[in-house]
């Protein structure tokens, strides 16, 4: 039941779902334009050149693909409640997956580039590890639902263990000598360029996220308060296991000159794949925030939904629209056409600005963004062609 009254698996949508997942994917929209128009050359999160705005301005956005593979498995789970069955929802996950990957190799990248050129930069990213986890989710929902949990918890919890193991345990010493075995250990768990995400542990939180959208059947009241335990619960083990220091990131933590950066250092967490300690630092809010979402209605709570409700004709939308604005800019500003039809990663220094106009950019972005994702929102309600659901 809702807190209206109303089953949830008569409704459409969740509501407070779509409005986590239109938050995430509209801070993600912040730090892609940080990528395009930063004038700093250093990672944000080196602790030895950056500062607390930078840091958190990159922190903050940590958020969004936990939340969004997380979220994609809860939706997978809540279709089934709306009347699919396991054999269409299964079909349309492998479907869907292979759908993503192929928008990654293709669409996405000429997003990010502005070319064609392969040899130049290839890579991929978060839309390569959602598609690949919901193919293996394909197969999972065949499963008990306490099955499909315990495995992605093993996965979240347990991968840290695999971190000893290298591509060079699998022989050769370079991306041309790894072979196979090395290769594969690479797209599962070791970021090296082209893989930018690797696999593990995101098969694993897509599964958690699918065996959570279980509480949705649930009476309002007891899922509200189960989602603030879990979020305590989530974040209390976090700050624990990373005072303790010896489990859970393969970086450590050490006090700094100041107490601020002594919190960025606590903070500073690996991504790339996501550790255990990053995942539980990221979700735990999470959770909190689909609690508060329940009961936040308004302005602010619906245009969050906007986005939330078309998530991929947004993303690939605001990456496009936040190059062609970086090339704009920078042919306004006297910078040579062509360094725009590259990778971020090969800017000339000259180029950027700071975070005041980075900001300013991201707010434009998404504000640009609103009436179309709107109105695509609309078709997908009214029109239920087929092929819109995987858009």
């Known amino acids: 039941m809702t807190a209206s009254g109303v089953p949830i698996a008569a409704r459409q949508r969740v509501e407070s779902v779509d409005v986590l997942r239109g938050l995430v994917m509209?801070?993600?929209?912040?730090?892609?334009?940080?990528?395009?128009?930063?004038?700093?050359?250093?990672?944000?999160?080196?602790?030895?050149?950056?500062?607390?705005?930078?840091?958190?301005?990159?922190?903050?956005?940590?958020?969004?693909?936990?939340?969004?593979?997380?979220?994609?498995?809860?939706?997978?789970?809540?279709?089934?409640?709306?009347?699919?069955?396991?054999?269409?929802?299964?079909?349309?996950?492998?479907?869907?997956?292979l759908w993503l990957v192929f928008l990654e190799l293709t669409v996405v990248r000429l997003a990010w580039t502005f070319n064609f050129n392969y040899a130049r930069v290839t890579f991929v990213q978060v839309i390569w590890a959602l598609g690949w986890s919901m193919i293996v989710l394909a197969g999972l929902i065949r499963l008990p639902t306490w099955t499909i949990a315990t495995f992605g918890l093993v996965m979240v919890a347990g991968h840290n263990l695999l971190d000893p193991i290298t591509p060079e345990a699998f022989g050769g010493h370079g991306p041309l000598s790894y072979g196979f075995w090395g290769w594969l250990w690479i797209v599962l768990h070791v970021q090296v360029p082209p893989v930018a995400y690797p696999l593990i542990p995101w098969i694993g939180v897509m599964a958690l996220g699918y065996a959570f959208g279980g509480i949705y059947s649930w009476d309002a009241e007891k899922?509200?308060?189960?989602?603030?335990?879990?979020?305590?619960?989530?974040?209390?083990?976090?700050?624990?296991?990373?005072?303790?220091?010896?489990?859970?990131?393969?970086?450590?933590?050490?006090?700094?000159?100041?107490?601020?950066?002594?919190?960025?250092?606590?903070?500073?967490?690996?991504?790339?794949?996501?550790?255990?300690?990053?995942?539980?630092?990221?979700?735990?809010?999470?959770?909190?925030?689909?609690?508060?979402?329940?009961?936040?209605?308004?302005?602010?709570?619906?245009?969050?939904?906007?986005?939330?409700?078309?998530?991929?004709?947004?993303?690939?939308?605001?990456?496009?629209?936040?190059?062609?604005?970086?090339?704009?800019?920078?042919?306004?500003?006297?910078?040579?056409?062509?360094?725009?039809?590259?990778?971020?990663?090969?800017?000339?220094?000259?180029?950027?600005?700071?975070?005041?106009?980075v900001y300013l950019v991201w707010i434009s972005v998404v504000l640009a963004l609103y009436l179309p994702c709107r109105w695509f929102a609309r078709v997908k309600a009214t029109n239920k062609a087929w092929w819109l659901s995987y858009l």
Not at 26 to 31: G, I, K, R
Not at 70 to 95: C, D, M
Not at 264 to 274: D, I, V
Not at 326 to 342: H, P, R, S, T, Y
């Open 26 to 97: 509209v801070l993600m929209a912040l730090d892609h334009t940080r990528d395009f128009f930063t004038n700093i050359r250093f990672d944000p999160l080196d602790l030895t050149h950056t500062n607390a705005a930078l840091f958190y301005t990159r922190w903050i956005t940590h958020l969004c693909a936990p939340a969004f593979v997380f979220l994609s498995g809860t939706g997978a789970f809540l279709s089934t409640q709306r009347g699919k069955s396991k054999a269409e929802l299964s079909r349309f996950l492998w479907t869907r997956g």
């Open 223 to 357: 899922r509200r308060r189960f989602l603030w335990r879990l979020c305590a619960l989530v974040i209390v083990g976090f700050i624990v296991l990373r005072y303790i220091d010896r489990y859970g990131d393969p970086g450590y933590w050490h006090p700094q000159a100041s107490g601020i950066f002594t919190v960025m250092s606590f903070m500073n967490l690996q991504k790339y794949p996501p550790s255990l300690l990053y995942l539980m630092a990221t979700l735990g809010p999470c959770f909190g925030l689909l609690a508060i979402f329940e009961r936040w209605s308004g302005p602010i709570s619906r245009f969050f939904m906007v986005y939330g409700k078309v998530p991929m004709f947004y993303y690939i939308l605001h990456l496009y629209l936040i190059h062609a604005v970086a090339l704009v800019v920078g042919v306004l500003a006297g910078f040579n056409l062509k360094i725009f039809f590259d990778l971020f990663f090969f800017y000339p220094p000259e180029w950027g600005y700071g975070l005041g106009v």
